[in-house]
């Protein structure tokens, strides 16, 4: 069975830090390019950040852009999302997923295999 589980998130104050792990398990993904979304009560999914396989390349939302970093160990099956200077604003659970080759990185659909979500939530 695949899975993709997600840790690290939790409460903490508008300015400060917080660093997401998404191991996986029944499968390897040091191959799979991976993102990360994160979704708001009443809001749709969004993108936050991708990662190719080998962790060359990077993409992020504008909202996130120079805030947060995606980075993985592939020797440990894990991708990880580093996020500074928290804003209240982003509060949302956050989810890693598994993208499907020769897709769209900021989409949904073109990811399949997905985390059950970490709770993040930053106090004003």
């Known amino acids: 069975q695949v899975q993709l589980v997600e840790s690290g998130g939790g409460l903490v104050q508008a300015g400060g830090s917080l660093r997401l792990s998404c191991g996986a398990s029944g499968r390897t993904f040091s191959s799979d390019a991976m993102g990360w979304f994160r979704q708001a009560p009443g809001n749709e999914r969004d993108f936050v950040a991708a990662?190719?396989?080998?962790?060359?390349?990077?993409y992020y939302a504008d909202s996130v852009k120079g805030r947060f970093t995606i980075s993985r160990d592939n020797a440990k099956n894990t991708v990880f999302l580093q996020m500074n200077s928290l804003k209240p604003e982003d509060t949302a659970v956050y989810y890693c997923a598994r993208r499907r080759p020769h897709t769209y990185y900021a989409t949904v659909q073109s990811y399949d295999y997905w985390g059950q979500g970490t709770q993040v939530t930053v106090s004003s």
């Open positions: 990662i190719s396989w080998s962790g060359s390349v990077t």
